[in-house]
């Protein structure tokens, strides 16, 4: 299964500086043990990452697979503020669709944020 990070839009301001220093974190659950993460871009609310993950999973595991993006907010001193997540779940049928798809989701609040954003392609 192969993954790509492309861009989140109109995400909220973490830092004092009216910005934010995003990454996404992604999981293929139920397995919390294999992730990755995209690189951190520095004070932004529109972070273009372009990236692309590979999870080795048999294609007859989708049904029983979910994403799980997490959005934080990097901070070199503390611990880093959680903007919001995106789960995806059908991952089986959006494959069947077309071997490439692009889905723009909201993103669930994590807690402490207001205001939203979402995460994917136009």
């Not at 659950?29 to 993460?37: A, G, I, N, T, V």
């Amino acid at each position: 299964l192969l993954v790509r990070v492309l861009r989140a839009r109109d995400l909220p301001a973490k830092d004092s500086n009216g910005f934010s220093d995003p990454y996404v974190k992604i999981y293929l659950l139920p397995d919390r043990k294999k992730k990755f993460q995209t690189k951190v871009l520095r004070r932004t609310l529109n972070p273009e990452w372009d990236e692309t993950f590979s999870f080795g999973v048999p294609f007859a595991e989708l049904p029983a697979r979910r994403l799980h993006f997490s959005v934080y907010d990097f901070d070199r001193f503390s611990r880093h503020d959680l903007i919001g997540q995106v789960v995806m779940d059908n991952l089986l049928e959006a494959a069947e669709a077309r071997p490439e798809v692009a889905i723009w989701k909201d993103i669930q609040e994590g807690t402490g944020v207001s205001g939203h954003g979402n995460v994917g392609e136009p």
